[in-house]
C-alpha cells in the first residue's frame, strides 16, 4: 500500500514538472547531472561540464536549457566553435523563458541570451544575414540595460563587414608550416626571428618527455601552454621542434624576439595577473625570465609586447584602468636611464571600445600590426595594420588586412618577415591539423621599405665550435655609432638592421682581438635590401690552443654585393683542382646561395641564372680538351641548382638560365705545372650569378 503511494506521488510529481514519461529514478539522475553540471560551469571547467552537457542534451533534445548550456559550454571550451549551432538552434525550438530559472534543473526553456548566442554561432558558421536577424532579435527583446546589447551591436557591425570583405577576397597564397611545426593539439603565437631561420612557438602538446601529462587546463582541457623553437636547417627545411628549458608547469607563452634573436619575449601567469618577461640567450641557454619594468607590467593584465629594432620603443597589451576599453596598445621609450618610461595610451585612432592585442612593429618602424574587435572587423578579432605618418608623428587609420587571412572567428598574432612580403599567423582552418595551426602567408605588392638586412654567417672548418667570445662589431663609418652582434653558436648564423645612405665597417673580434674587417657602402636611393656576409668569404679556423686565423685561397666563395637594388644578386664561386669536375656542392656557402636564389624567385616571380665554367690551359686527357672540361663544369653547375631547387621546393620553372658560359684562361701553358701551379688555379671555377 505505502508503495503504491509513493510511486503515485512520483506520478504526480514528474506530470507537475513536465517529466512524464521518466521514472523516478530517471527525474532524480537528470537533477544530480544537471546540478553536477552547473557547478562545473560555475568553476570554470568548461571542458568536463560540456561532457554532461552534451549528454543531457543528447537524451533531452526538447529541452531547451540543457540545450542552451550544452551550446555555451562548446563556445566556452574554445574547440570547435562552429559545432554549437545545432544546439543553440534546437534550445530556440522550447521558447524563450520570459523569468528564467538558471539554478533549477526543472526549468525547460532557454534564456533571452540565447538570441545573442545564436546569432554568435550563425556568424561562425558564415550564415550573415541569420546572424544579423538574430542579433537584431536580441536587441529588440533584451532589456535596454542588458550587458549583452553592445556586444550584439558589434555583432551586427562585425557580420556586415564580413559580408562586404568577402566580396573582395585578397589573393595572398596561405599555406600551412605542415607536420613538423603543427600537431592535433593547438600551436599559436608564430614568433619568427629576422632572419627567418628560427620560429618560435606555444604548443599545448605533450612534451616530448612527457612531463606535463596530468596537467590540463580546466577550461579547454588542453595540456598546459609551452614554448618551442624549431630552426631551418641549410635547405631551409623547418626541424623537430625543441622544447625550450625557461618553461614552467602552468602557462608560458611566446610574445616576440628582439631583432638579432638575442633577448626572448614571453608571458606567464602569476596567480591570475598576466605579465611580461624577458629572457637572453647566453651561448645555447636562456637565462631565467625577469619580468620587465618600467612603465609596462602593473597589477593589472599584460599579455603582449613589441619592442623596435633599435630598442628604442616598444609597444604592449594592457587593461589597465582609463583605457579607452578593454584591452588597449600602449607605447614607452627608453630613458637615458636605461629604464622605460611610462606608458602612453595609443589613442582612439588605434584603440576602440574594445579589445585590441598581439602587437608588431615592422623591422623599419614604420608599420604596426595588431588585432582588434574594433574598427570594421568581420568577426572576433582581425588583423590590421596602420602605416606611421611622420608629418603628423602619429599612427595612420587602421587598414583591415583582409578576407580570407582574416575569418570570422579570432585572427590573431601576426608578423612578418623584414621585408614584409612574407607574415606568420595562427588560425582555424579546414584541413588543419588541429585546432589552431601556425600558417605563412605571402603578401605581394611593393613596399617602400628602407633599410637593409645584414645576414652573416661565421664558417668554421671541420665542423669546429664557434668560440663563445666571438663578436661582429657594425660601424657606421659616418656617425661612429656601433652595435656589437653575436653569432647563434647553432650555427654561426648573426644579423643586423641597418639604415640607407651610410657606409659601414665590420669588425670580427675574438678576446679582444680583431681577426678581420670589410666594408661595404648601402646607397640612398636603394630599398629593401640583403647583404650577405660570411666572414670575408673564407672559413674562420679555430686552432687546438685556442687561437684563431683566416683561411686563405682554395676555399669557395660566397659573394652577395651591396650594390642597390631591392634584392641584391646572389652569387657563388667554386675553385678546383687539376682535373676536378663532378665535385658535390653539398656545402654550406653554396646552400646559402641556393637561399638567396629561393628569395629572389618568391620576390620577383623568377630567378635569371649566369654560369661561367673555366678551365686553365694545363692540358687534361681525361676530357681531352679544356674546353670540354669548362663545359662540364657549367653543365654540372646547371644540374646541381636544378637538383637542390627540386629538395628546396623552387619551382624549377622559375629559375631562367639566361647566359651558359665556358672558356679558357690563363697563361700559355710551359710544362711548369708543379712550379708555377699558382699561376693556373685562379682559372679553374664555376662562377654562379642569381638575379
Not at 545545432?86 to 533549477?104: E, K, M, T, V
Not at 601567469?269 to 609596462?296: A, C, F, H, L, Q
Not at 611610462?342 to 576602440?352: D, E, H, V, W, Y
Amino acid at each position: 500500500m505505502i508503495s503504491n503511494i509513493f510511486n503515485l506521488c512520483a506520478l504526480l510529481f514528474a506530470a507537475c514538472f513536465g517529466v512524464v514519461g521518466m521514472g523516478y529514478a530517471q527525474i532524480e539522475g537528470f537533477s544530480n547531472r544537471f546540478d553536477e553540471a552547473l557547478k562545473l560551469s560555475e568553476e570554470n571547467e568548461q571542458q568536463l561540464a560540456f561532457g554532461v552537457w552534451q549528454s543531457l542534451a543528447s537524451e533531452n533534445p526538447e529541452n531547451g536549457n540543457v540545450n542552451y548550456r550544452a551550446g555555451l559550454a562548446q563556445l566556452s571550451s574554445g574547440k570547435n566553435k562552429t559545432a554549437a549551432l545545432p544546439y543553440f538552434q534546437r534550445a530556440l525550438g522550447s521558447g524563450i523563458a520570459s523569468n528564467f530559472d538558471r539554478f533549477s534543473s526543472r526549468e525547460e526553456k532557454a534564456p533571452i541570451e540565447l538570441l545573442y548566442y545564436l546569432g554568435y554561432a550563425y556568424h561562425l558558421n558564415y550564415k550573415l544575414q541569420e546572424a544579423e536577424d538574430s542579433y537584431t532579435e536580441f536587441l529588440e527583446k533584451a532589456p535596454r540595460r542588458h550587458h549583452m546589447r553592445p556586444r550584439a551591436q558589434l555583432g551586427i557591425e562585425q557580420a556586415r563587414n564580413a559580408a562586404e570583405l568577402m566580396k573582395e577576397p585578397v589573393d595572398y597564397p596561405i599555406e600551412n608550416l605542415g607536420a613538423v611545426i603543427n600537431t592535433e593539439f593547438p600551436e599559436f603565437c608564430p614568433v619568427v626571428s629576422i632572419d627567418e631561420n628560427a620560429l618560435f612557438f606555444t604548443s599545448s602538446r605533450i612534451r616530448p618527455d612527457s612531463s606535463n601529462i596530468g596537467r590540463r587546463d580546466r577550461i579547454t582541457g588542453d595540456y598546459f601552454n609551452d614554448i618551442y623553437v624549431s630552426y631551418k636547417d641549410r635547405k631551409g627545411n623547418w626541424q623537430e621542434p625543441e622544447l625550450l628549458e625557461l618553461n614552467e608547469i602552468d602557462h608560458t607563452a611566446t610574445i616576440s624576439v628582439s631583432a638579432d634573436g638575442q633577448t626572448l619575449y614571453i608571458y606567464r601567469d602569476d596567480n591570475g595577473v598576466g605579465n611580461i618577461y624577458e629572457s637572453r640567450i647566453v651561448g645555447e641557454n636562456w637565462t631565467d625570465p625577469v619580468k620587465m619594468g618600467g612603465g609596462i607590467n602593473t597589477e593589472n593584465w599584460e599579455n603582449h609586447i613589441a619592442v623596435s629594432v633599435d630598442g628604442e620603443k616598444a609597444y604592449f597589451v594592457s587593461d589597465r584602468p582609463k583605457g579607452l576599453g578593454g584591452r588597449d596598445i600602449y607605447r614607452v621609450r627608453k630613458l637615458p636611464t636605461g629604464e622605460w618610461s611610462k606608458a602612453q595610451n595609443l589613442g582612439p585612432n588605434i584603440n576602440t571600445p574594445y579589445d585590441e592585442d598581439a602587437v608588431f612593429i615592422s623591422p623599419d618602424g614604420n608599420t604596426l600590426y595588431f588585432s582588434s574587435e574594433g574598427h570594421n572587423s568581420m568577426g572576433g578579432f582581425d588583423i590590421f595594420y596602420s602605416e606611421y605618418e611622420e608629418e603628423n608623428d602619429a599612427w595612420g587609420p587602421p587598414v583591415n588586412i583582409g578576407y580570407p587571412i582574416n575569418t570570422v572567428d579570432d585572427d590573431v598574432f601576426f608578423v612578418t618577415s623584414a621585408d614584409q612580403r612574407r607574415a606568420y599567423f595562427s588560425s582555424i582552418r579546414e584541413g588543419g591539423f588541429g585546432e589552431k595551426d601556425i600558417y605563412i602567408v605571402r603578401l605581394p605588392g611593393e613596399r617602400d621599405i628602407r633599410l637593409a638586412l645584414l645576414l652573416g654567417k661565421i664558417l668554421t672548418s671541420d665542423n669546429k665550435e664557434i668560440p663563445t667570445d666571438l663578436s661582429i662589431n657594425v660601424i657606421n663609418q659616418q656617425t661612429k655609432e656601433s652595435s656589437v652582434h653575436r653569432p647563434r653558436l647553432r650555427d654561426g648564423s648573426f644579423v643586423a638592421i641597418l639604415p640607407p645612405c651610410h657606409d659601414y665597417l665590420i669588425e670580427y673580434a675574438m678576446s679582444g682581438l680583431v681577426l678581420a674587417t670589410d666594408t661595404f657602402s648601402i646607397d640612398c636611393e636603394s630599398a629593401y635590401q640583403e647583404i650577405y656576409k660570411d666572414l670575408l668569404l673564407n672559413p674562420l679556423k679555430i686552432e687546438p690552443d685556442g687561437s684563431a686565423r683566416i683561411l686563405r685561397g682554395e676555399e669557395a666563395e660566397l659573394l652577395v654585393t651591396a650594390s642597390g637594388g631591392d634584392m641584391q644578386p646572389a652569387k657563388f664561386k667554386r675553385y678546383f683542382g687539376y682535373n676536378e669536375n663532378i665535385v658535390d656542392l653539398e656545402e654550406e656557402i653554396f646552400i646559402q646561395f641556393m637561399n638567396q636564389t629561393k628569395k629572389i624567385v618568391e620576390q620577383k616571380g623568377e630567378a635569371k641564372i649566369s654560369i661561367t665554367g673555366s678551365a686553365s690551359t694545363v692540358p687534361t686527357r681525361t676530357y681531352g680538351s679544356n674546353e670540354k672540361l669548362a663545359k662540364l663544369r657549367t653543365d654540372n653547375a646547371v644540374q646541381r641548382i636544378k637538383k637542390y631547387a627540386a629538395e628546396m621546393d623552387i619551382d624549377v620553372s622559375k629559375l631562367v638560365f639566361e647566359s651558359l658560359n665556358s672558356e679558357v684562361g690563363g697563361p700559355a701553358y710551359r710544362g711548369d705545372f708543379r712550379s708555377g701551379k699558382e699561376n693556373y688555379k685562379q682559372y679553374q671555377y664555376v662562377d654562379i650569378t642569381a638575379r
